[in-house]
């Protein structure tokens, strides 16, 4: 059996258990059984009657499905899915229980839906009504998420509190169908519980300076791939929202909230958000958080609770779990409880006061249960605010038209199918007007029949304006996050919006050129993106020798661009060689040629054509460096390029272990060891970093010019937030100009559009392959930008190669692959890694 220690879960039932009858008995040791093997139970197969809870007191009943240490102790994430197994043994009519898949490191995900049993029973023809938006649809569905943060470890203990209380809801489960996701995030939860119960003391210390509030690098808080999942509703990067975004779109809620934690001092925070709203969410969306606002605050006013609202918390970015679902048509709402990794069961606050884990806990259940009544005797609004919602279409912009290298295409429709958003594709000789994203201007444009075409007449159509418009409308400059996404951009594509809806025709599957000749000189594969670069990845791991062209040349009448690979033959003379290089070729082609003399460009045996080394790559980790950052590059090699590397912990760093790699990934971060790094670049390493990594490593980086307010000028106390945005820059997108020369730039055309995260500004690097500029007079694209800082962009480097000595280094000042779904800058990720 697995997970063992979850039988004191069951052993800790009192004496008096033993008194009672043989089927609690029998229910009970199917329970033990439940929680250590976290399997269903055919419930159909046992007297599911409830005239076993008339012999237990409410107490009793409780003690037995939460345990008796509950609010004592952090649970890890089986033992909490256990526990709902037994809440659904004793109430197996409410509870259904769905699996939904696993996380990177084989932990179950799990949503529970508690409503009457009539509700249960017929769950499925009631979800089709909604999906459908029947007008006999009466039904309300909540979703309530919790533990997206590991280390916000209350949100957990709070969902099974929560849904035990809601069971005794007998009228609000008659018209309210609830979700209730135990955590979004259990690898990240039981890194930081299974760590905490290591270290924590008996009793707990509440004081800051004990061990047990001081969480070690990278913390709880991220996934497997130290990915914050709370901004990954959107870009579906990571396995735990691909899968939820299944089931989301399965049963597409009224009502969803996001249950939080935040600093130990700070009152509880619930909706009405702050300012900015993005424009697509309605009055009437507006109007319900407010309203439910004021029944939570009524509730926490009776308890002597504090609270704030309409402040930090904004609904702009698209990719959190209050927006995303905002967006999709729900009210999307982020509770927040004072507590985090800093918590443990029990801390002392600045104000002389103990906040504890069962402190916590009520705060989530008084939320959580007053969102479901308020959404049950709203249920007739939601469902007709939601119809009205998804059937919306007063939008400026009522089709997108996107176009661009295959291989960029292809992976926006992966995204697009990810979201269940419909597209089309363009219809040869058919005429548009509409906005070019280039310029900004009235274009008229002739489709050539390989475009593609999102309309935003359909159910998702509200996020489609969100993730694709062309300027994002900013009615508050003050926002918790990037204030710049827009798709097009991210993806490398053109783009038009057009005003009326454009049709288009179905897209047949990607036709793939593969011609294997077991007589020829060599194959070449065209560097077009992503899918290439995975490609190459495969063949360096499977020992085949590559080449690739500095420039572009033309050979065998077919046109190739810098960086192409070339698989010459007789550096390869050997067994299945044919066969290697035509596995594992997706959403590629693979052409063949007999001559090694281009009609234009290099001849194969020109110095133009370079080697491909197989790297060893090694990547910094520790608390030197940003954990994002290393989960970025970690996932990036990992699961787009399936290649091998090595994460080496800053504190182990010496002159030996980098002596065993090739290629050496600072992420960003402020690096101590950076002398041992010098030198080892300066005999003939190669070093990518992200950002400044310390003002040791000096390889010609200046700051751009700060503009600054005169000294003696007064500040109100009341606005230094609002003078302090004036220097900054909040994800805004900048257009670049290229040097497509320069090997870090192969495959990206131009121009090439940065998305700029802070106001962290460099010259152009002197006596350095400048690759990326932000030029002269520049405009951001779209995004907040300081006043004091726009003209500070001008002129600015985003990524350059230099040679320091015998070594190489790549700077990028930007983070090309941020979030993992800015899919442009991956392809300068990639460059930077494979060629000189």
């Not at 093997?37 to 237990?56: E, F, G, L, P, V």
């Not at 661009?404 to 958003?421: S, Y």
């Not at 002129?795 to 015998?806: E, F, G, P, R």
């Amino acid at each position: 059996m697995q997970n063992l220690h979850n039988i004191s879960l069951v052993l800790e039932i009192r004496i008096f258990i033993m008194n009672k009858s043989i089927t609690l008995i029998f229910v009970l040791m199917l329970s033990l059984i439940a929680i250590s093997q976290n399997t269903n139970i055919n419930h159909n197969s046992i007297d599911t009657n409830h005239r076993w809870n008339k012999s237990i007191t409410d107490n009793e009943l409780k003690e037995i499905i939460l345990g008796a240490d509950f609010g004592e102790k952090f649970h890890n994430h089986n033992t909490i899915l256990g526990k709902f197994n037994i809440l659904k043994l004793f109430t197996p009519g409410n509870v259904k229980i769905i699996p939904y898949g696993k996380t990177n490191e084989g932990r179950d995900l799990e949503i529970v839906v508690i409503s009457s049993a009539y509700n249960i029973k017929h769950l499925d023809s009631l979800v089709h009504i909604h999906q459908n938006s029947n007008k006999n649809e009466n039904k309300a569905i909540v979703w309530l998420s919790f533990n997206v943060h590991g280390n916000e470890a209350s949100c957990s203990e709070a969902a099974i509190n929560t849904a035990y209380e809601l069971l005794k809801q007998k009228e609000v489960l008659e018209n309210t169908i609830v979700i209730i996701d135990p955590c979004l995030n259990p690898d990240g939860r039981d890194r930081y519980v299974n760590w905490y119960n290591q270290y924590r003391n008996y009793p707990p210390n509440t004081s800051l300076i004990s061990m047990e509030h001081h969480e070690p690098w990278p913390s709880g808080r991220a996934n497997h791939y130290l990915f914050d999942l709370n901004r990954d509703w959107a870009w579906a990067t990571q396995i735990e929202t691909k899968q939820r975004l299944k089931q989301f779109n399965i049963f597409q809620p009224h009502v969803h909230v996001d249950f939080h934690e935040q600093w130990i001092n700070n009152p509880y925070y619930f909706a009405p958000a702050a300012e900015p709203f993005h424009e697509v969410i309605t009055s009437w969306q507006r109007e319900f958080q407010t309203k439910l606002g004021k029944r939570n605050a009524k509730n926490f006013d009776e308890k002597g609770w504090l609270y704030f609202t309409g402040e930090e918390f904004d609904l702009l970015y698209p990719s959190y779990g209050d927006t995303y679902p905002t967006f999709c048509g729900s009210i999307g709402m982020t509770y927040e409880q004072a507590g985090h990794g800093k918590a443990g069961l029990a801390v002392e606050t600045n104000n002389g006061d103990t906040l504890k884990l069962t402190d916590r806990i009520a705060h989530h259940t008084s939320t959580a249960l007053e969102t479901i009544k308020y959404s049950s005797l709203q249920a007739k609004n939601l469902i007709e605010e939601y119809q009205k919602f998804v059937k919306r279409d007063n939008y400026k912009y009522k089709s997108y038209i996107l176009y661009g290298k295959n291989q960029k295409l292809l992976r926006l429709k992966e995204f697009l199918d990810l979201h269940e958003i419909e597209y089309s594709k363009g219809i040869k000789g058919e005429k548009i007007k509409g906005l070019n994203y280039e310029n900004l201007k009235s274009v008229k444009y002739l489709m050539k029949g390989s475009e593609l075409i999102i309309n935003s007449k359909q159910k998702k159509g509200n996020l489609i304006q969100v993730l694709f418009e062309p300027k994002t409308f900013l009615s508050d400059s003050l926002t918790y996050d990037i204030t710049s996404w827009n798709l097009p951009y991210a993806y490398g594509l053109n783009a038009i919006a057009c005003e009326s809806i454009t049709k288009g025709i179905s897209f047949e599957k990607f036709k793939r050129v593969i011609k294997e000749d077991k007589q020829n000189l060599a194959y070449i594969i065209a560097w077009n993106g992503i899918y290439t670069a995975k490609k190459l990845s495969n063949l360096l791991k499977m020992g085949i020798q590559v080449k690739y062209s500095e420039k572009p040349f033309v050979n065998s009448g077919i046109s190739y661009p810098a960086g192409s690979l070339i698989l010459l033959r007789s550096l390869n003379d050997q067994i299945d060689f044919d066969r290697k290089v035509m596995d594992n070729s997706d959403n590629i082609s693979i052409y063949s040629t007999k001559i090694g003399m281009s009609e234009t460009g290099p001849d194969f045996g020109s110095d133009a054509i370079k080697n491909i080394d197989k790297a060893k790559i090694g990547i910094i980790t520790g608390n030197e460096s940003s954990s994002l950052n290393v989960g970025e590059i970690w996932h990036f090699l990992e699961k787009d390029l399936n290649y091998p590397f090595s994460l080496i912990k800053d504190t182990y760093l010496s002159k030996n272990i980098l002596n065993k790699i090739d290629l050496l990934i600072l992420p960003k971060g402020d690096f101590e060891n950076i002398d041992i790094i010098d030198e080892w670049v300066s005999e003939g390493g190669k070093l990518i970093t992200f950002g400044k990594p310390n003002d040791k490593l000096d390889f010609g980086l200046e700051e751009a010019n700060v503009d600054t307010t005169e000294e003696n000028s007064l500040i109100e106390f009341k606005n230094v937030d609002r003078n302090e945005i004036s220097t900054t820059i909040n994800g805004a997108i900048f257009r670049c100009d290229i040097d497509q020369s320069n090997s870090l730039m192969f495959g990206v055309d131009n121009p090439y559009y940065t998305l700029k995260l802070n106001s962290d500004l460099f010259k152009p690097i002197k006596n350095a392959y400048n690759a990326a500029v932000i030029p002269e007079k520049s405009i951001s694209k779209n995004g907040f930008v300081g006043n004091e800082v726009k003209h500070k962009s001008n002129n600015t480097v985003v990524a350059s190669k230099i040679d320091y000595q015998n070594g190489k280094i790549v700077f990028f000042s930007d983070n090309p692959i941020f979030r993992g779904f800015w899919e442009n800058g991956k392809l300068l990720f990639v460059n930077a890694l494979f060629f000189e």
